[in-house]
């Protein structure tokens, strides 16, 4: 089965993400040890152009889950702004999100688009999404809030 058949059956099978109406923070996709973006440097996406493995010596505690970093350095500036280095809606598949379901990633299927960092369920998925990221944003950016809420 193709990658993005596969896809298509999680998204389907996808539910939305549900908080306690009093909780109106963004959830963040996460492991089940709660390492968000499965353990990969958020800020080495901005800084070196690529997926990097985080180390478990440099991590950050932020929105109930792990973050690891490939340095204290990388660790330090996403401390001091988080919102600016982390993916948006909380990490999970942005085409996913284009579709109203929050459906998990590939750490190596990312863009970063107008300074935003965003993940893809794969690199399969992140063709169609590329297709018209415009569009899939604006999409995204409306049915996020309802998903988490």
């Known amino acids: 089965m193709s990658k993005l058949k596969l896809f298509l059956t999680a998204l389907l099978a996808a539910a ?5 109406a009093a909780d109106k923070i963004a959830p963040i996709n996460q ?37 690891r970093f490939a ?5 330090d500036t996403f401390a001091m702004d988080p919102d600016r280095y982390a993916p948006q809606y909380g990490g999970y598949c942005a085409y996913g999100v284009s579709e109203n379901h929050a459906v998990s990633v590939d750490p190596e299927a990312w863009r970063i688009i ?3 960092f965003y993940l893809n369920y794969s690199k399969d998925v992140q063709k169609e999404w590329l297709k018209d990221p415009t569009l899939r ?5 409306r049915n996020w809030p309802g998903l988490h809420q």
């Open 16 to 20: 939305p993400v549900a908080l306690p």
């Open 31 to 67: 492991t089940r040890r709660s390492v968000a973006i499965e353990g990969y440097d958020p800020v080495a996406y901005f800084t070196d152009g690529k997926p990097v493995k985080g180390n478990s010596q440099f991590t950050h505690a932020w929105r109930g889950a792990t973050w």
């Open 71 to 75: 340095s204290a350095d990388h660790r």
């Open 114 to 116: 107008e300074d935003k």
């Open 137 to 141: 944003i604006q999409r995204a950016n």
